[in-house]
């Protein structure tokens, strides 16, 4: 295996932009110029974990990298056993071209755990979920995870990875300014968001929570959510929908990301499946993202 050095500097260079067809005007695609600019402002991702077919590690990168997709994003083995071993992944990753950027952890207790795996994998940033305590007082659970994150921060910074927060449904940080609020008070470039697009609809509209996060975003979820459908038939149906084809207004979240400098991972985070599945998920996010 080669070093961790070498790993970061592929990373670094893998960044090949891919170009997209038929961008459909209900999306919001106004002109050639915009798809332009956008194609420049997004990498295209998947999420490991979402590649059902049965196949080697290996040739699942080269599967997802056939259909369109740059990179993706994988569970820390620490939080999911089922996931391959760092080193056979970090392998393949190497050998197909395809960089593993980012590691998921939800709120494994074990952050300093997290960021050595994405360091194995050259990966830059280690998604972290903000546990609620509904039993408990929510001042005490706010500062309690706060003093966890801060624990990990001067070996985050020491090995240059972030830590991401990301907003889900567990009835914690569910508003822009909160979330906003609880990443500044812990004070370093390496605590920052990975905002979910899909997840905020339920509580609000993507594009304002853009607008206040700004900056903060390093990451980003793709992934839909239809309200009407939601309110009628239960919460958790509003994401049964293709990428596309609910209630976000695409347009606006990619004039809103535009407007904050945004340039980085679009990752999706749906039901994955075969080779068709993924294939479909890929077409959808270059429409929405006007790539």
Do not use: C
């Not at 206040?212 to 980003?220: F, N, W």
């Amino acid at each position: 295996m080669k070093s961790q050095i070498d790993r970061r500097r592929f990373l670094q260079r893998s960044g090949v932009f891919l170009a997209s067809t038929a961008v459909p005007a209900l999306l919001g695609r106004t002109s050639l110029a915009d798809a332009e600019e956008f194609k420049n402002r997004f990498r295209k991702a998947v999420g490991f974990t979402m590649i059902k077919e049965d196949l080697s590690v290996e040739d699942k990168l080269k599967l997802v990298k056939d259909v369109g997709f740059e990179g993706v994003e994988t569970p820390t083995h620490l939080f999911n056993k089922k996931t391959p071993e760092p080193s056979v992944l970090a392998r393949a990753s190497e050998k197909v071209g395809i960089p593993v950027h980012g590691v998921v952890n939800s709120s494994h207790q074990d952050l300093t755990g997290a960021i050595d795996e994405a360091v194995l994998y050259g990966a830059t940033s280690v998604l972290h979920v903000v546990r609620p305590d509904p039993k408990g007082s929510f001042i005490e659970n706010y500062r309690r995870t706060q003093a966890a994150i801060r624990q990990a921060i001067p070996y985050a910074e020491k090995k240059r990875i972030h830590i991401l927060i990301e907003n889900v449904w567990n009835t914690f940080l569910i508003e822009p300014l909160t979330m906003a609020r609880y990443i500044d008070e812990l004070d370093s470039p390496y605590v920052k968001a990975y905002f979910d697009v899909g997840n905020v609809v339920r509580w609000g509209f993507p594009q304002h929570w853009i607008e206040v996060l700004a900056e903060r975003i390093v990451k980003i979820h793709i992934k839909e959510y239809n309200l009407k459908v939601a309110m009628n038939e239960g919460m958790g149906k509003g994401f049964a929908f293709p990428i596309g084809q609910g209630s976000i207004e695409w347009d606006r979240v990619r004039e809103e990301l535009k407007k904050i400098g945004y340039r980085g991972w679009a990752t999706a985070e749906v039901n994955g499946g075969d080779r068709q599945r993924l294939a479909e998920i890929s077409q959808q996010m270059d429409r929405v993202l006007n790539l």
